[in-house]
């Protein structure tokens, strides 16, 4: 065997291992309620807006049109955005 056979027999080995694991990946039926999602895990927090925040995600697209979600995105990024407490109140790091 040459060079160029050699390399060619590499080449189609390798692309069909990689159709084989694609179709065992897209085949493999997952059990959603195994997993925990980061929302389940922190959806007991003490902070109300994290849980409506993990509900409005939830909905997706229809998000986009929930008047709650809506008012929830708009608190977020408000706090978010908020400035910064004045630099006097902070304890000084030395």
């Not at 959603?32 to 995600?57: K, N, T, Y």
């Not at 909905?59 to 006097?88: K, M, Q, S, V, Y």
């Amino acid at each position: 065997m040459d060079g160029k056979m050699l390399a060619r027999l590499g080449a189609v080995v390798f692309v069909v291992v990689a159709v084989v694991a694609t179709a065992l990946e897209l085949t493999r039926k997952e059990d959603r309620s195994a997993i925990p999602s980061v929302g389940q895990s922190e959806a007991g927090s003490a902070d109300p807006l994290r849980g409506e925040l993990i509900r409005c995600q939830e909905l997706g697209e229809a998000g986009t049109r929930d008047p709650a979600c809506l008012r929830i995105w708009a608190e977020n990024r408000r706090r978010f955005l908020a400035p910064a407490p004045p630099a006097i109140d902070r304890p000084e790091a030395r």
